[in-house]
């Protein structure tokens, strides 16, 4: 976890975002996101916004998950430096 924030997930997500592949979002990774959203929202470019998903009398979605309607587009406007964050220098090509 050291060397990779958020995990397996998170790196799923940004190794085919940043070589051009675009982004697939799970649902782990999206939640490591939103749950630094004030730090990857810092500098850059549109913000990554989220919004709740439940509803008050049903009950049965008491207590979901917080989502991001926007959060694709954020990553793949700001891959590069999202990666910088996450990975510092680490290469990044495919070969």
Do not use: C
Not at 6 to 27: C, E, H, K, R
Request: net charge positive; hydrophobic share 40%; aromatic share 12%.
């Amino acid at each position: 976890m050291r060397f990779f924030p958020g995990g397996q997930d998170v790196l799923n997500v940004m190794y085919p975002a940043i070589n051009g592949n675009g982004v697939t979002m799970n649902s782990a990774a999206e939640q490591y996101f939103l749950s630094r959203r004030d730090l990857f929202n810092a500098g850059a470019e549109g913000e990554m916004k989220s919004q709740s998903n439940w509803k008050l009398f049903h009950p049965s979605t008491w207590g979901a998950a917080v989502s991001s309607p926007n959060i694709v587009p954020f990553i793949e406007a700001n891959k590069n430096a999202i990666w910088a964050m996450l990975y510092g220098s680490m290469p990044h090509g495919l070969r």
